[in-house]
């Protein structure tokens, strides 16, 4: 089934040619069919960009699915066109008196930052509130799974000697959960961080879990018990050369970086990475929308929350 965009939106042109099943809103009010309603807040300075790699791995799925996008107003975007978020965006608290099946809260280059001194930091706060009351399940991608850890639960994050950068290994922690369904003992995700969270102190907190590791780049997904928050510290959405973009760019920028590991054929930047996390990026975010989205989810909109069974 496809995800739902509007026909303006330019990553409908990039998902379209690589036959990824979209919809307009008019063609999807025709079908006799309740699609999920999905909310991105998302937070990236390439939202365009960003918002192409979420739609493809949303749009890869068997479930159709009606997406709005949310940007935050204390923060003034300079990398994505004015005229692109006016005509695609909205504020979160214009939303908040509705009810979404799903939300994807996006990461954001500001880890090294404290969490306070993020400048919406007390907007991104009201969305996490909002959420547990008006969402079904969300799903936080790399610096807002440290902001939700910290906000909902005090769970610091730690500043790296040196970037979580490149492809690395993960094993499953309970690989009998449904989130995890069909994934290998050893699948690969993309890192690209400053920071990070540790074990010891989620071990801490009785209200979460922790569901997949890495030997090299740490806790990889973090579970509330009720399982209607994930906490992503990698990067699975990303596109083949996301990696070698943000590489070329510091690059230029003067700054000593080591290559992204893994990535490139014997970690050599002059050669063309290679791709080792696209299947289980698939299977991770249908997983989600399948199992602790659509199968659980009220029929009736309004009666969300309601406890994953």
Known sequence: MPVIIPKTLPARAT????????????????????PLRL???????TKISTETQLLRMLGNSPIQVEISLLNTISHDSKNTP????????????????QKFDGLII???????????????????????????????STFHICWAAQAGLYHRYGIPKYKLNAKMFGVFAHHTALPNEPLLRGFDDHFYAPHSRHTEIRRSDIEQVAQVDILAESPEAGVYIVASKNRRQFYVTGHSEYDPLTLKAEYDRDVSKGLNLAPPRNYYPNDDPSQPPFVLWRSHAHLFYANWLNYYVYQNVPYDIQKIPQEWK
Do not use: C
């Open 15 to 34: 998902l379209e040619g690589e036959n990824i099943f979209v919809m307009d809103d008019d063609r999807a009010s025709h079908q006799d069919i309740r």
């Open 39 to 45: 909310a991105i807040l998302n937070l990236m300075p």
């Open 82 to 97: 004015a005229e692109h978020l006016l005509e695609h965006y909205v504020a979160p608290r214009a939303v908040f008196s």
């Open 106 to 136: 996006t990461g954001a280059p500001v880890e090294l930052l404290p969490f306070e001194e993020v400048d919406y930091w007390g907007e991104l706060k009201e969305v996490l509130d909002w959420s547990e009351e008006n969402v079904h």
